[in-house]
């Protein structure tokens, strides 16, 4: 009777393996997952960051336009003039290698494609002797107060996954100079 008693306790049966096996995998898929949605999370807060200093950095590149225009005696409205064919959503980029005619760095987005920024040697640039950063910028104004003010909009957009994600600031820049 003894006996019997011991080789009954001798290894698992088939039953018990299966259910540790099932209980493990259930448990490495969804530590995979967590893992996944955690890599996941990190790149659209590492591309939200960036996209934001982009933007950023459009409403600088307006900010000073507006201010060397001002600095070569020019009065507001000559700068508001280099910024005229803006002024809807999604119409205008910047040439930020080569100054335009005008030498505001301002082109038309006339394809989306004109507004994609490329990373070369670690900068965000339009134009495409970089890799493709999967960044685009625009930028629009509206004007207000009777032209004594203009509301400048920076708008960086990116796909990740199945989605579209934007950033877009904003900012009022005044005639400061009279």
Do not use: H
């Amino acid at each position: 009777m003894q006996k019997e008693k011991i080789k009954k306790n001798r290894g698992f049966t088939l039953v018990e393996t299966l259910v540790a096996i099932s209980i493990f995998t259930v448990s490495v898929i969804s530590l995979m997952s967590v893992l996944s949605n955690g890599i996941t999370g990190t790149k659209f807060a590492n591309n939200k960051i960036i996209a934001g200093y982009l933007a950023q950095e459009g409403i600088e590149y307006v900010r000073n336009i507006r201010d060397t225009n001002a600095l070569s005696k020019n009065n507001f409205n000559s700068f508001q003039s280099k910024l005229e064919s803006c002024n809807t959503e999604g119409d205008c980029g910047f040439n930020n290698t080569v100054p335009t005619t005008n030498n505001s760095f301002i082109s038309k987005c006339n394809q989306i494609n004109d507004c994609k920024l490329y990373i070369n040697n670690g900068s965000y640039i339009n134009v495409a002797s970089g890799e493709e950063s999967g960044f685009t910028r625009t930028v629009w104004m509206d004007i207000k107060d009777n032209g004594k003010e203009v509301k400048i909009f920076s708008k960086v957009t990116w796909m990740q996954g199945s989605g579209k994600y934007d950033v877009t600031l904003s900012e009022n820049l005044f005639n400061w100079i009279e």
